[in-house]
């Protein structure tokens, strides 16, 4: 590490950021409206604010705003923005250029969509210090394996070196982690940084930025829509909605005592479920039989022996952390990734194993919903094209017949057709986004649907509604769903049986009911402790029981990913 990057750190607790007033508006069809009304916002330096509220609160707006920045179709239009009583609203472009990524960070939601797929993690890393003339290339460099060992990256000499696509989804949203730190910025803006992430990364990941913020006297926005998380990073808490602040307080009477309807609803909703329902027998739809699977290139399989059986009309679960084998397993399922041992019996008949050996009817009836619907549509593409392509390619619908059933499956999906029909992706909501990826995979007609993290990236209230719908469309069209996830409250929502899977291979399955029931396989064990609880010390108690079982030699290894 460069001294350059070594500060005197300022007094923890002077204030670093004042946001007064700040009103923010939207545009839509040419009109302007305001989306932010009049919130005030007090950051001291060493602080964690977190900022909670379901999808269109207002959260992420402000959080950005705090770098004196709108997005596109949006404008700060009133108030004061004073970062160490700068208005970074009167600065111009020029300086605000120098602030963000060096003394102001940004961590986005969905790391996927956020790095270069042309470029290395390591130039990715290196861009932000070398460009703010922070640290040289070679200290970079330097820097960037020690924080990704912090981060608790795997092989952090070489991981650096890989591609965005060569890395799991919970690896690259920490490496974003990562150089978002690279320049030890005075304020980091985390937005919902963990909400993709299983629940034993998740807690790598938030102890391993709740160590970084502390150690750098960093001051920290941390938006989220899930309270237990937000209850272990955050020293204070505001609650928004739809651009109002609600509720604010201190972390620990907040959680314990909310004294707003709307706050306790967001406490409630953490413990939804979906009605049980009696399930006939059935036969198997989807058979995976000892699977052994391996990338190109790769050293080693990344699938081991796998096997399970999937029934018509119910749904199995597929739970573990990132890199564990859950979408690689659904990837030769649908034919993507050739298995090298074994194979995928659907109705008892093998398919190919190559996707491009199956004909047009086996390729209908398996259908994909995916984890992240912003990149999972075609932005230029409006709803009525993204659901009327596979209405064409499958059943040959065209003219009047297609129309018809494009409102038939919005209406479905409980979107009303005249008004979303002709809409583009950016003018939905993240939850209406993968309602219109649910109908999209409805359109084939299939029997069978793998749900790959559909919820993970939705707040919690949007979650429950789609997993809702999900459940009435699996009792209406008697679909079987295939449920990739990291979510055990989703898993005991809606699953009837569970498959848990480590390091590619299947170490326990069952009943819904038998695997929530103790004794558990150790792992199973590990993946249900590590549920965030609304307790603001669960997560350091946490940390101290897994420190004291691995000097016992009694924690299991999990992924590492």
Not at 230 to 259: F, H, K, N, S
Not at 409 to 418: F, K, W
Request: charged residues 25%; proline residues 5%; contains cysteine.
């Amino acid at each position: 590490m460069s001294d350059t990057t070594e500060k005197a750190p300022p007094q923890k607790g002077d204030v670093l950021l004042e946001m007064r007033g700040l009103r923010i508006e939207g545009r839509a069809d040419e009109v302007w409206f305001e989306i932010v009304h009049g919130v005030d916002v007090t950051l001291k330096r060493g602080e964690v604010l977190g900022l909670i509220g379901e999808s269109g609160a207002g959260k992420s707006t402000i959080g950005i705003a705090a770098m004196g920045f709108a997005r596109d179709g949006c404008r700060i239009s009133d108030g004061e923005i004073l970062f160490e009583g700068q208005d970074l609203r009167k600065t111009p472009e020029s300086e605000l250029r120098k602030l963000r990524g060096n003394r102001i960070s940004y961590v986005a939601q969905s790391a996927a969509a956020s790095f270069n797929p042309a470029h290395k993690l390591i130039d990715q890393y290196c861009e932000a210090p070398t460009q703010h003339n922070v640290l040289s290339r070679s200290d970079a460099e330097r820097d960037a394996v020690s924080l990704f060992r912090r981060l608790q990256l795997p092989d952090p000499e070489n991981i650096v070196f890989r591609y965005p696509h060569q890395v799991s989804g919970g690896q690259l949203q920490r490496a974003m982690t990562a150089m978002a730190m690279s320049c030890r910025p005075d304020l980091i803006i985390f937005d919902e940084p963990t909400t993709a992430l299983d629940v034993t990364t998740q807690i790598e990941v938030l102890a391993a930025i709740k160590d970084a913020v502390k150690q750098f006297n960093t001051a920290a926005i941390y938006i989220t829509h899930d309270l237990a998380v937000v209850a272990q990073m955050a020293d204070r808490i505001m609650v928004l909605r739809y651009g109002d602040l609600v509720e604010e307080g201190v972390t620990g009477p907040m959680v314990a005592e909310p004294q707003e309807d709307y706050t306790r609803d967001l406490l409630a909703v953490r413990t939804f479920s979906v009605e049980e329902r009696a399930r006939p027998e059935s036969k198997p739809i989807v058979e995976v039989r000892n699977v052994t699977a391996q990338y190109r290139g790769a050293p080693t399989p990344v699938l081991h022996n796998v096997d399970f059986k999937i029934h018509k009309k119910r749904t199995v679960a597929v739970v573990g952390e990132s890199g564990s084998g859950k979408s690689t397993t659904a990837r030769v399922i649908t034919g993507l990734l050739p298995p090298l041992e074994g194979e995928v019996l659907y109705d008892g008949q093998a398919l190919p194993k190559d996707f491009r050996q199956r004909n047009k009817d086996q390729l209908r009836k398996l259908q994909m919903i995916y984890q992240m619907a912003d990149v999972a549509v075609n932005p230029k593409q409006r709803i009525r094209d993204i659901i009327g392509r596979p209405l064409s390619f499958y059943l040959g619908l065209s003219g009047k017949k297609k129309e018809e059933r494009i409102r038939e499956l919005l209406s479905l999906i409980e979107l009303e057709p005249d008004m979303f029909i002709d809409r583009l992706p950016s003018e939905l909501s993240g939850g209406q986004k993968q309602r219109i990826c649910i109908a999209r995979a409805l359109a084939a007609e299939p029997e069978m649907i793998i749900c790959d993290e559909v919820t993970s990236a939705l707040d919690q209230l949007v979650a429950e509604g789609i997993l809702k719908l999900l459940t009435r469309l699996q009792d209406e069209l008697d679909l079987a769903y295939m449920f990739i996830t990291h979510d055990l409250a989703t898993v005991r929502a809606i699953s009837d049986e569970v498959v848990v899977m480590l390091q590619g291979r299947v170490v326990e399955q069952g009943p819904r009911t038998e695997m929530f029931t103790p004794p558990h396989h150790e792992y199973t064990d590990l993946l249900l402790s590590s549920v965030p609880e609304m307790d603001p010390n669960w997560l350091d108690g946490l940390l101290d029981r897994r420190e004291q079982l691995a000097k016992e030699g009694r924690m299991v290894s999990g992924a590492g990913n």
